[in-house]
């Protein structure tokens, strides 16, 4: 069997080196044997593992839930069902990122409607609504 060096699944998987060794400490990749030279022997199957994860982030999976997903994958009695959960948990936390984010463009294009731009930085609108007590 073919074996690859943490340099090589970085380069297929288009990823940096350093991701490849954070997943393995992150417990995402399996510890690889060594060889010899005491390089690790990664299976050639690593590459789509760290495409999975690296997909899986670009989604908003946070690691500890990829663990999950990645969990899921291998365990025979699980259900698409149980995928689609987690997926739909995280589209009910992106919308609130989301309404997060709205709320705090809304809170700062108010704060600039309120200042002219002229006058003292002393009579800052925005500086004094951020330095105001609650």
Known sequence: MRVLKTGEVA?????????VHYYERRGLLPKPP????????????????VQFIKRA?????????IGDLLSLRAAPRARC??????????VR?????????????DALTRLIE???????????????ALDSER
Do not use: H
């Not at 060889?35 to 990664?42: E, G, I, L, P």
């Open 11 to 19: 380069s297929q998987a288009g990823v940096k080196l350093d991701t």
């Open 34 to 49: 060594r060889t010899a030279a005491n390089y690790r022997a990664f299976p050639p199957e690593t590459v789509r593992r």
């Open 57 to 65: 982030q670009e989604l908003g999976f946070a690691l500890v839930e």
């Open 81 to 90: 069902g149980d995928v689609s959960r987690r997926a739909q948990a995280k």
């Open 93 to 105: 936390d992106i919308d609130e990122k989301v309404r997060a984010l709205n709320a705090m463009r």
């Open 114 to 128: 309120a200042c002219s731009g002229d006058g003292p930085i002393a009579e800052c609108p925005i500086l004094e």
